[in-house]
């Protein structure tokens, strides 16, 4: 379902747009914030609500913004897009995500919006992704006049679930995430709105922001860097009401469950076919009236009026109907369902032990079944088409067909269903398993085969086996000794329908995906004593009552396009070389934002690369260039990292450049070693 464009003048309330407001933080600095807000707002006073986030309001996000923001002060709210310290037109360097002095200055930057002649005192934050991330730690420093939050795609817990690291597996999105801040920190703010201070700041922030990736390597397992920022260490700590979305073709999901279950505040969980986008611009389809829906929050909780919000389930969810595998949907088939509480009494376990190369649904029996010991020893190849962690339905990056990569993997399949079986929630597989190497990882997928035999992708889970005791402990395996182990997959709602069968494919890697163990691993799984376990839930009456308004946001900002953008996915193979690439491309084009009279061209583009049977041998590259151009002001960045590893150590070298005109105005190269723990 396509956006409705509503103009602002058929709003209840004309606004006023102010391209910058400066906020005065307590040691001197300033935040730059763009500001819509209702022209009666100053005799009339209204809410506030907030989203502070990196990612450069006066153009990167501009778009985005153009859609949300006056839509929502249109309907009597203020609302201010706050670029975090260090970024945009703000003061400072950045050189981290979710420091303490960001979410002193983000609730410093509250108190000062409550206290403006426009806003009533009472405010709300909502944001996406890094958005969505501080407005839950900054809920949890309980700002008084922070009256409730929106938070969509984030995380409760920054190593758990979050784009480094997965069961104790390093992500490769920790390469390309780093590299899109590493890029982003790179650029200047706007002459037009700093003036001629913009070049000592572009200098300050090229000398200081540093090489986050760096960082984030040296910390492989969950220890105390990862607590600050993560709000599963004291979900009390948030007093103020939660909202919290997210997306199934995402990869944050998992925290939502986690929110309703364990905070104990009035809070809803929102979870559609979506990726890494806000659900009225969602894709794969439909895209809903997500604007209309924060307005019912917000009324509720900011103006104190009874939209019926809160007589809505806790949980709302697209239970996904079976679809044949494609990297790219542009809808996902399904309805909406819906939970009156997290976690629902409902829901039931239906467990199906592992038979040799089956899976055999147990009925009360207490016999564990023929055990049976089964060795695999995957290839590299296996999970070059899982596509991207956190997938922002950029096409092509969603898992392919998974009949290749099951050829690397060992295969479990249960006999063709009988009825429809509908899950949500996450599947579980338990394994008794052994390991000939003392490092080792396990990958585990729960697919759809249709009677076709297309194989699509559900739901995946892996797990650093070292980690298995817990990530902040990792141990060394004994190779050779038995354990058993407990693989939580990624929470998911789906349809099985009659006739299809379960299939579940567990490998030893899955490269590009994660990175691999140091050397090439041998898992054998004993059947009998290992089993699959999915949250089964029955179909319920109030299913039909969910429904949603069509998706509405204010018109899109006026953009000439002057080169045209290309995202591709593609494979290359030297079979001579024994040399297989994953190259990813992300080429955004070129392009002008007409009313600010800038042009702006970025790319980036990513190789994950791998000889056959070494281990050694995964290499990820990554490539940007940004260019900003208005006049005779023209400036561009180019940044280049690779990540290697031995069988002890990681190897990083990464270069930066900035470009004034055709003048080099800095260059600076990193060369690091990280040791490997346990990873």
Wanted: charged share 25%.
């Amino acid at each position: 379902m396509s956006l409705t464009t509503v103009h602002p003048d058929s709003l209840p309330h004309r606004i006023e747009t102010v391209e910058n407001v400066w906020i005065p933080l307590a040691d001197g600095s300033r935040l730059a914030a763009r500001l819509w807000r209702p022209l009666s707002a100053w005799h009339h006073p209204v809410p506030a609500i907030v989203e502070y986030i990196p990612y450069r309001k006066r153009d990167l996000t501009r778009a985005r913004d153009a859609i949300t923001h006056p839509y929502l002060a249109g309907h009597g709210y203020a609302c201010v897009r706050v670029d975090l310290r260090g970024s945009g037109d703000s003061d400072g360097v950045m050189i981290d995500q979710y420091r303490e002095q960001e979410l002193d200055d983000g609730l410093q930057a509250i108190h000062w919006i409550a206290e403006q002649p426009w806003c009533d005192g009472n405010v709300g934050m909502m944001g996406i992704s890094w958005g969505g991330f501080n407005a839950l730690q900054i809920a949890a420093r309980r700002s008084e006049a922070l009256k409730a939050i929106v938070t969509a795609c984030s995380t409760d817990d920054l190593y758990t679930d979050n784009m480094h690291y997965m069961g104790g597996c390093l992500l490769t999105d920790n390469l390309s995430e780093s590299t899109t801040m590493f890029s982003v920190n790179s650029c200047p703010p706007d002459p037009e709105i700093v003036g001629e201070r913009w070049r000592d700041m572009w200098l300050e922030r090229l000398e200081g922001s540093g090489l986050w990736l760096n960082t984030w390597l040296r910390h492989q397992r969950r220890d105390p860097y990862w607590h600050h920022g993560s709000v599963c260490e004291d979900y009390t700590a948030i007093q103020c009401p939660v909202m919290a979305v997210g997306g199934w073709a995402d990869g944050y999901t998992n925290a939502i469950f986690r929110l309703l279950e364990h905070l104990d505040v009035p809070r809803q969980g929102l979870i559609g076919p979506w990726g890494h986008k806000y659900p009225h611009q969602g894709i794969p389809g439909p895209a809903i009236g997500f604007l209309q829906e924060t307005l019912r929050w917000w009324d509720h909780w900011l103006k104190g009026h009874d939209t019926g919000i809160m007589a809505e389930p806790m949980l709302r969810a697209w239970m996904q109907d079976s679809v044949p595998p494609t990297t790219s949907y542009s809808e996902r088939p399904g309805r909406w369902v819906a939970e009156p509480n997290w976690p629902s009494p409902r829901i039931t376990a239906r467990q199906f032990r592992l038979g040799p190369w089956q899976l055999v649904e147990e009925k009360g029996q207490s016999e564990k079944g023929e055990k049976v010991d089964m060795p695999i020893q995957s290839p590299l190849s296996v999970g070059l088409f899982a596509g991207k962690w956190c997938s922002y339905t950029a096409a092509p990056d969603l898992p392919h067909d998974q009949r290749e990569e099951d050829g690397g993997a060992l295969v479990f399949e249960s006999a063709p269903l009988t009825e429809d079986l509908e899950i949500l929630g996450a599947p579980v597989v338990e394994l008794q398993v052994a390991s000939n190497q003392p490092v080792a990882m396990v990958a585990v997928r729960l697919s759809d085969a249709a009677p076709d035999d297309k194989i699509t992708r559900v739901t995946y889970g892996l797990m650093n086996l070292n980690h298995r005791q817990g990530s902040d402990r990792p141990e060394a395996l004994v190779p050779g000794e038995f354990f058993q182990v407990r693989i939580p997959m990624n929470h998911v709602a789906q349809v099985f329908p009659r006739g299809h069968r379960l299939r579940l494919s567990i490998s030893t890697s899955y490269w590009a995906l994660a990175w691999p163990p140091p050397e090439a691993v041998r898992l054998t799984v004993r059947s009998g004593n290992s089993l699959l376990e999915l949250p089964v839930r029955p179909i319920s009456d109030t299913d039909t009552a969910i429904s949603f308004e069509p998706p509405e946001g204010t018109p899109p900002i006026g953009i000439t396009r002057l080169e045209p953008s290309h995202h591709n996915w593609l494979v290359h193979r030297d079979l001579a070389e024994d040399l297989s690439i994953l190259e990813v491309i992300q080429d955004l084009g070129e392009f002008r934002i007409d009313e600010i009279d800038m042009t702006i061209a970025d790319c980036t583009r990513n190789w994950y690369t791998y000889r056959d049977d070494d281990f050694t041998s995964p290499k990820g590259e990554t490539k940007t260039e940004r260019h900003f151009e208005r006049g005779d002001w023209s400036v561009h960045t180019r940044t280049h990292t690779i990540l290697t590893a031995d069988t002890e150590n990681f190897y990083v070298w990464a270069e930066l450049d900035a470009w004034e005109g055709e003048k080099r105005i800095f260059s600076r190269e990193w060369d690091l070693k990280i040791p490997r723990d346990f990873t």
